[in-house]
């Protein structure tokens, strides 16, 4: 892999002000020159958001839409937390960080992995202005790898099994994409045991479907 864009393309700035550091991560072009597409970061936050989802990158018709999650992927993934779009897209409830904010382009498996200078360069300043939140979603290995890090099992499943060891404050996913359908049928226990749990977790936090939170 290539190294890293420099960062001094984009600066997180000083202001403590969530607009300001939201309109800096959209005019981010600190990997413009590795992005085949151009720069176009995807980011939701609200400081008072209580749910953040922590994907990979946006796929190349989110990246078309500026819409986070605005594919197949998302559908299943709202499916799967019991939320329609109105609170899903809903930044005063639900915050959408993904590890990398622009579409990453195509490799010989499909999407290339998230650009590394994303969370290094914005996710503390980032998570500052998000007091709130009690429940992180980790969707994916390389959301799983960042935040927790030694933590990980040896395999996605054994992480996503083993979800109960991060609880309260994070819960693992596997990634909601059509191409992981394989993995669902052969782990027929996540939709049957995990969704189920994740679902009253998310109601927990945000309560329940058509009702508001007190």
């Keep these: 892999m290539e190294p890293p864009a420099r960062f001094e393309a984009c600066t997180p700035p000083r202001s403590r002000d969530l607009s300001g550091l939201l309109d800096a991560i959209r005019a981010c072009h600190a990997c413009a020159a590795h992005l085949p597409l151009g720069p176009r970061p995807v980011v939701q936050a ?48 639900v915050a959408i960080v993904p ?69 309260p404050r994070f819960f693992p996913l596997p990634h909601p994409s059509p191409r992981n359908t394989a993995w669902r049928q052969r782990h027929p226990w996540f939709e049957r045991d995990v969704l189920p749990l994740l679902r009253e977790r998310v109601q927990a936090v945000l309560g329940p479907p058509g009702g508001g939170r007190t």
């Design 46 to 93: 609200g400081a008072d958001a209580r749910l953040l989802i922590v994907g990979q990158a946006p796929g190349a018709k989110v990246h078309a839409s500026g819409v986070p999650w605005d594919d197949a992927s998302g559908a299943r993934l709202r499916e799967w937390l019991g939320l329609g779009a109105a609170t899903f897209y809903d930044p005063s409830q």
């Design 99 to 167: 590890m990398g904010f622009c579409y990453p382009g195509r490799g010989g498996g499909g999407d290339l992995p998230p650009r590394p200078e994303c969370a290094p360069l914005w996710f503390d300043a980032l998570l500052a202005h998000l007091p709130r939140i009690e429940l992180t979603l980790l969707v994916g290995q390389y959301a799983q790898r960042h935040f927790l890090g030694a933590a990980r099992k040896a395999t996605l499943a054994d992480t996503v099994a083993a979800h109960a060891e991060y609880a």
